[in-house]
């Protein structure tokens, strides 16, 4: 393809997506906004949110990665199947995702003591990012295959979708349960 | 089907899988948290004006995206053997200009939506302030996107890693932080002075 090809094909098929994405950053910058009332009660909890929506990025961006090239290659159909190849990619990003949730809370504490502040206890931090990244996995995994495999039916290049769809589905779900993490968390304590 | 074994399944492997990345996950949360960080230390300015922390997650969820989607192209057509990082290569710019191009669409777009919002709720910041603050961060993430992840794309080739495991994470992360230093650092600039 010619390089002006190019540059409309990513343009074309990139826009609609990044403008639902948009779509979904917002949404989950109202959650955040209102989440700002809860970090008085949970000192630290503005400092996971950032690592948390991060790791949200990076442990199913992997996985979509993953599949949009195995569907390049041909090792992996369109369709939830028992794929050897598609059990161990789903089964290891819920191990980076559950493992990792704990690291964050943990480290955020840590980092948040050493910079002498006084943040929540590190059941609570751990708690809160543990119920929401749990809560998240599920949604994610589900909803990034079932877009992914359908958009690659409809002809769609995955390379193009994953890193949208990760970061929406990642924002909004992730916003979304870690507001409702916050407000399990408040009920548990208290 | 019979299972697979761990050799025939390589890099497919669940332990593989986990192995090479939980590393880089546990050191890329430690570079997010100067994002957090920095966030938690701009409580001031979030309390002010209201609609920066609406912005938040789209401006450095936008600069993820931008940079996800050349990382993504770059390391398949690595896998497929069509890439080879020359700076004639005129398709590698290509890639480049139609993410400067999106960029500039929907940063501008960003601007406009959350100018609606704050006429609904009835803030004071004005349509020129909010495009000031989002081209102005919004195109240097996007630069910023861009250098991560061709040299991430790169780097992860020749050491011999497989692209699909780093690039995105890295690109993601470091646009991330910078995404949430330049942009506070923009509207602190812009609204305060």
Redesign the interface.
Known sequence: MQPRGVFWSIYREALPVLAITLLGGLCSGLVLSGLLDSVADFPGLLVMVPVFLATRGNVYGSLGGRIATGLHQGLIQPRFEWNDRLVNAIIASGINAVGISIVIGSLSWGVLRLLGREPAPLRVLVGIVLIASLLTAVVMIVGLLTLLFAGYKTGRDPDNLVGPIVTTLGDVFGMAFLFLAVVIVEVLVS | ?A??TDAE?GS???GH??RT??P???V???I??W???T??DA?DL??RY?LL??????????G??L???LS??L??RL??GTTTFDPTD??L???V???F??AA??FT??AV??WL?GRLVGTTLTLGQLLWISLASGLSVAAIAVVASVVATYGSYRLGIDP??TT??IV??VV?VFG?LVFLAVSRWVLVG
């Open positions: 089907m299972l697979l399944l497919w492997g669940t899988i986990v990345m939980f880089l996950l546990v890329l949360c430690g997010v948290l994002a957090g960080i966030l938690e409580g979030l309390d209201g922390a609406v912005m938040v997650p789209a401006m450095i969820g936008m993820g995206n940079g996800s989607i993504a192209r390391s398949t896998h497929l005129r398709l710019w290509a890639n200009a139609a993410i191009a999106l669409t929907i777009a960003l939506v959350v919002i699909d495991d995105i994470p993601t992360n991330d949430m």
